[in-house]
């Protein structure tokens, strides 16, 4: 049964993103580049409700003076270059490898869920500490490295839904009426993979925003003085007690961006029953 | 002229869990002339699906040959096979398995005509026509079919690039018993009119002895007795026919024979053996069923695996 009208689950958690985007990209050109300068005479001042504040800085400033909405805002765009880029590379590269491994089976079938298995058990923190330390850390590494991060969940889902599909009655007819290969993955396997594989990519950005902010945290994101969510919670984290602003911003945003996408991954997963068993036993949340 | 199909020797297996090997089908040879039904009749597991899946190269046999109109498809090129796949069709037991839930009925008949690149050739209304559907069906989505319509659809599907044989596999066996009889009918119709073979496959004999002209019965993954459907019916030789025979229920009461009874279950087919794979059951074992295996013998117009028939 589908209801009518506007499904609250899914509209208001995906309107938040959109939101969360634009106003990462777009906010900090109409706060103008002076926000985002250091001006140490306005160090560490409160939000706009507390004694002390400054007028135009509305969310405070950072043990340097600067704004901490354009920073906030500037922060986003790092980590939701990488969140969103990293998943999307992950899905792909899944999609590819699952389809491989459930269609054609045989050999590559193990090979890759081998390997899944096998990357699964390197810890996946020292691999990225040792990659950034030898290639550095722009945001196309990170975007590569979060990839690797992220390709083992769609790959299972979309192994185990073409396992699937590929026995179905209807697509051995098909074979039998002398489909190729490449017919019944693009007409009969790949319409039941994508939907599941859009659920998972919600999930997956979820889940990257946090590593993106653990990375950056680390030390290992994006360069100071390039904002990160990650790197402008550990420039706060010696303030904690006086500027708790400074870390409650971008902690703010981590958690609002990745509650949105997994509730968008939740009400994609209701919408389209394609698939959603396989979900629920491959995402242990 | 070569029969529409001929399969000689065909056996298959399946490796199954702790390391047994599972004999769906043993050395089965049988044909079938162009515009013929054969019924292959036989108990669940005794490999029949198997085979017409072997018959309609949708599973490669391990050993044997399968020949369609005189020409070998088995031990052929994948790329070869399919571009004589017009041949021989297959019709599901479950139609509503055999039909994307994401395809239309005109989509779903139209589908082996793209894939063929014959969109020239029939149209999808002619198709619906021939299946007894109403051409306004083809908007339709199988959820909103019942199961009858659901097997023409999956039939006129079939058609759709004019086989010369259709390989149905229990067709109606999922089906109310008032639709099995219309599709049944359906069928025969369409043999009429298109000069169709059938390989039919059952588990009923009281489906099968109606519209076979000749009918196969199989056990254990080989036909143990084959003739003209009327020889196989009224004057079973093999125990295992005559048990089959005797489970159909009579019309009247006490007009039932005296015939052995079915009793006991069939061996396992993972285990290996020597002599008739019958003999477990059979109420006229004797010492030589256990140790070597029948051959097959001709005995008038039916062929039959068993020591003792006459």
Request: net charge neutral; glycine share 10%.
């Amino acid at each position: 049964m589908r209801r009518r009208g506007i499904d609250l689950r899914l509209w208001v958690p995906l309107g938040v993103l959109v939101l969360t985007i634009v106003a990462c990209f777009v906010g900090p050109m109409l706060l103008g580049p002076e926000a985002g300068q250091q001006a140490l005479g306005e160090r560490l001042a409160p939000p706009a409700w507390l004694p002390g504040a400054i007028d135009g800085r509305p969310l405070g400033t950072d043990a340097f003076g600067r704004d901490m909405l354009t920073r906030t805002l500037e922060g986003g765009q790092v980590s939701l270059q990488v969140g969103f880029g990293a998943a999307t590379g992950a899905v792909l590269v899944g999609m590819v490898l699952g389809l491989v491994a459930g269609y054609w089976g045989g050999w590559c079938d193990r090979v890759i869920m081998a390997g899944a298995d096998i990357w699964l058990a390197f810890p996946f923190l020292v691999i990225a500490l040792a990659a950034v330390a030898v290639v550095g850390s722009d945001i196309p590494v990170l975007i590569v490295l979060l990839t690797l991060g992220g390709w083992v969940l769609p790959t299972r889902v979309t192994r185990t839904i073409a396992l699937r599909v590929r026995s179905e009655d209807y697509v051995v007819a098909a074979a039998g009426a002398g489909a190729s290969d490449l017919y019944l993955v693009r007409r009969h396997v790949l319409p039941q993979v994508l939907p599941a594989n859009l659920v998972v990519w919600s999930f997956t950005v979820g889940a990257l925003v946090v590593i993106e902010g653990a990375l950056s945290f680390l030390g290992l994101g994006v360069k100071p003085p390039t904002a990160s969510w990650g790197n402008i919670i550990a420039d706060g984290t010696p303030y904690l007690q006086t500027a708790w602003w400074i870390v409650a911003w971008p902690a703010l945003m981590i958690v609002v961006t990745v509650i949105c996408a997994n509730a968008l991954g939740n009400a994609l997963r209701g919408r389209w029953n394609a698939g959603a068993d396989v979900i629920d036993k491959e995402v242990v949340p | 002229m070569s029969p529409v199909i001929a399969l000689e020797g065909l056996a298959k297996g399946y490796d199954i869990a702790g390391g047994a090997r599972l004999t769906a089908v043993d050395d089965v040879s049988l044909t079938i002339a162009a515009g013929e039904t054969y019924a292959l009749v036989g108990e669940s597991g005794c490999g029949k699906s198997t085979l017409a899946r072997m018959a309609a190269m949708l599973t490669a046999p391990d050993a044997g040959q399968v020949s369609w109109s005189g020409q070998t498809v088995s031990q052929q090129r994948r790329s070869a096979v399919r571009a004589v796949r017009d041949h021989t069709q297959f019709v599901f037991q479950d139609p509503a398995a055999a039909l994307s839930p994401r395809l239309t009925v005109e989509e779903a008949v139209s589908e082996p005509l793209r894939i063929r690149r014959r969109t020239g050739s029939r149209s999808v209304a002619d198709l619906l026509d021939d299946v007894g559907l109403d051409r306004s069906m083809g908007r339709r989505y199988p959820r909103e079919l019942s199961g009858g319509q659901r097997q023409r659809v999956v039939i006129a599907r079939a058609l759709a690039l004019e086989p010369k044989l259709l390989v149905l596999d229990e067709p109606v066996a999922s089906l109310d018993v008032s639709v099995q009889a219309q599709v049944l009918n359906l069928l025969a119709d369409l043999q009429a009119e298109h000069g169709l073979a059938y390989l039919l496959i059952a588990h009923d004999l009281a489906v099968v002895s109606s519209v076979a002209d000749r009918i196969g019965v199989m056990y254990l993954g080989q036909i143990v007795e084959e003739g003209p459907a009327g020889d196989v019916v009224t004057t079973p030789r093999h125990p295992y026919t005559q048990m089959l025979i005797a489970s159909v229920p009579a019309f009247v009461p006490g007009e039932r024979g005296e015939r052995p009874r079915v009793v006991g279950d069939p061996a396992s087919p993972t285990e290996r053996r020597t002599g008739c794979a019958f003999a477990t059951r059979c109420a006229f074992a004797t010492q030589v069923c256990l140790d070597v295996a029948p051959p097959r013998r001709e005995l008038g117009d039916v062929a039959v695996r068993c020591h003792h028939a006459s």
